[in-house]
């Protein structure tokens, strides 16, 4: 099944995408008060990788694009994989890390804001879901929006290798808004 889409616009749903699921995590931390713990910071990191990537491939030429395509299927293949491994230390399948005891707060002044801010500071555990939404956790929700991402990203490449190029529109077609 083919969508028409140019890799182009491929690259730009893929970081409007990610933009969207980092935006996501947060409003989960500072609007809603869930406060991420060390696996949920890291868990972040391939989504900040994969947004330039992807603004990035969107402007390359088509063989370029087509790569920076596939290197973001491989961003995300490693992002679900770090969602798998948090979700499977909050369901007890395995050990965490050792050092996972949540995001620290903003430095106290002095020792009696200090002692004020351990009375009001909540440690985030590795190994509790702060939320979940049928059935899983914000890690398990990672794995599945990381795998369609990286599924699309490859699709998406694979379609552009097979498809415009050999029906003679080049990698960007031929809309007024890729020339």
């Not at 869930?34 to 030429?61: G, M, S």
């Not at 973001?72 to 979700?87: E, K, R």
């Amino acid at each position: 099944m083919r969508l028409g889409l140019t890799i182009r616009q491929a690259a730009l749903a893929v970081a409007l995408a990610a933009a969207a699921t980092i935006g996501g995590a947060l409003v989960f931390e500072h609007v809603w008060g869930y406060q991420p713990c060390k696996l949920c910071l890291t868990q972040r990191n391939p989504y900040y990788l994969a947004i330039p990537l992807a603004l990035i491939a969107a402007f390359l030429p088509a063989k370029w694009g087509r790569i920076g395509l596939w290197l973001l299927a491989l961003v995300f293949v490693v992002s679900a994989g770090l969602g798998a491994y948090h979700a499977g230390v909050e369901w007890g399948f395995w050990e965490g890390p050792s050092d996972c005891g949540g995001a620290m707060g903003s430095s106290a002044g002095n020792v009696g804001d200090f002692l004020n801010q351990l009375q009001t500071t909540r440690v985030v555990s590795c190994t509790e879901a702060a939320w979940r939404f049928l059935g899983l956790s914000l890690a398990g929700w990672n794995v599945l929006i990381s795998l369609a991402l990286a599924a699309f990203a490859a699709w998406a490449a694979v379609q552009g290798a097979s498809g415009s190029e050999r029906a003679g529109t080049g990698a960007y077609g031929s809309s007024s808004l890729s020339q």
